[in-house]
């Protein structure tokens, strides 16, 4: 908005008595558009300023003096009622209009009336909101005429054939003054960051007549700090911790109820967060497929515990061996993949229960109740060696099965860090890379 300081000349009130005298006509019929030939149109000329003051002029061929007959006035303020104005309104306006009225405009000698007012302007905007919170927004706003067209329209006057407009808009300042000024204007810190201003006039069509109007592409960018700090990352450190769980050792700690948790208070901070993100009428944003991903994860990795758990799980009653198909797969291809080499499992004991009974000559055989004792001797000592084979051989079957579970422990945790590294990698690139442009 132009701010014009008045005058140093002092005036009395006859000056404006006698202006208003000779001009009473014209200041009085607000209706009558201010040519003195129909057929030449209004130039209008437009700006905007945020936030946000527009600003119109144009020219009044009635109002024309000169200062000398009026003691030097070169500039008056008329009640905006009083004289003819353009219907100005901007085209996206989605409720009542609250600007307050600016009762008053100014008339300068040349005819030249200026009109400048404060605008609250609650408009549509299509957002593109994909890369939220990095995302950059342009929103038009549109000023023309309601009812006064730029159409050339055919009169006949005294069988005169003439062509005329209404009103033609043109742009008061450069897009670049209103961009510089608009920045000096806003002070406050917001949501948004203003980089630049478009604006050009151009016509459009309506019911075979032209309408001519002034638009304004305001270019705004979003800081994302807020953003950061109460979604991105939280998120991430929850990410974070979720991916160090695997280091928790399965057989001493639940690892499974800690995960659950964890999944739990996950899907409560995506509902208390979720006011915070906007409306997805313009489509997913990508800190939705963000979130939907870290979710996905967290389920993954649950379910690569509730595997390994339960594999561990048959250490601990019903020992059986390990399938050979599992044993193949776990030692075979497993192991090789994550370069690990565990070590052999060798079973112990008898490799077989038969006894070498040999024939003992008469003259070594002892008296018959040795020999019963003897023989008693010996079947306890084979029980307790069939007993102690028998639990090291469970042993080395719980061996094996820990053995199993913690390969195939190690080899799901790569795969998840490696998805999470990839996913975290693409996230972040596509970001910076929208951010920088």
């Known amino acids: 908005m132009t701010i014009v300081s008045t005058s140093d000349l002092n005036f009395t009130n006859y000056e404006y008595v006698q202006f208003f ?6 200041i009085s019929n607000k209706f009558l558009r201010p040519v003195r030939n129909w057929t030449t149109p209004v130039q209008l000329n437009i700006t905007l300023t945020l936030y946000e003051i527009i600003g119109v002029f144009w020219y ?34 989605v409720e009542e209009d609250l600007s307050p009225q600016i009762p008053y405009l ?34 038009t706003l549109s000023l023309g005429s309601y009812l006064q067209t ?21 742009l008061l300042q450069t897009p670049e003054e209103i961009t510089r000024e608009s920045k000096v204007n806003i002070q406050s810190k917001g949501e948004w960051e203003l980089l630049f201003i478009e604006a050009h006039t151009t016509t459009w069509q309506l019911q ?16 994302p700090l807020l953003y950061l700090v109460n979604l991105i990352v939280p998120s991430a450190f929850l990410m974070v911790i979720d991916l160090f769980s695997f ?56 379910m690569e515990t509730i595997f390994v758990m339960n594999i561990l799980h048959q250490t ?39 006894q070498q009974v040999l024939d003992i000559p008469d003259s070594l055989k002892s008296p018959p109740l040795t020999q019963k004792l003897l023989k008693k001797l010996s079947e306890d000592i084979f029980a307790i060696r069939t007993h102690l084979d028998s639990k090291n051989k469970k042993a080395l ?41």
């Open 247 to 302: 280091y928790l050792p399965l057989h001493r700690v639940d690892r499974g109820a800690f995960k659950m948790t964890l999944l739990l208070g996950y899907t409560v901070f995506l509902l208390i967060m979720n006011d915070l993100l906007p409306n997805n009428a313009g489509g997913t944003p990508i800190i939705g497929i963000y979130f939907s991903v870290c979710l996905a994860l967290m389920v993954i990795s649950l």
């Open 316 to 354: 601990r009653s019903n020992v059986l061996e390990v399938p050979p198909f599992l044993r193949s797969l776990t030692f075979g291809i497993i192991a090789k993949l994550i370069c690990s080499e565990p070590a052999d499992i060798e079973k112990g004991g008898m490799e077989n229960g038969v």
């Open 150 to 170: 730029g159409t050339a329209i055919w009169g006949e006057l005294d069988s005169i054939r003439a062509k005329a407009k209404d009103i033609v808009l043109d």
């Open 397 to 437: 079957m719980q061996s094996e099965w820990i053995v199993v579970a913690s390969l195939w422990d190690c080899f799901l945790f790569r795969v998840y860090l490696l998805f999470f590294v990839l996913f975290s990698v693409v996230i972040i690139v596509s970001w910076c890379m929208w951010y920088t442009a």
């Open 208 to 223: 075979g007549e032209n309408w001519s109007k002034v638009i304004f592409k305001v270019r705004i960018k979003r800081r």
């Open 60 to 93: 009044n061929e009635f109002l024309v003096w000169d200062p000398k007959d009026f003691n030097g006035l070169a500039k008056v303020s008329i009640p905006v009622e009083n004289i003819w104005r353009p219907d100005i309104y901007v085209y996206e306006f």
């Open 21 to 26: 005298e000779t001009f009473k006509d014209v």
């Open 106 to 139: 100014y008339v300068r000698n040349t005819g030249r009336i200026t009109h400048d007012k404060p605008l609250r302007i609650i408009s549509s905007c299509n957002l593109d909101i994909f890369y939220f919170p990095f995302d950059i927004q342009t929103c």
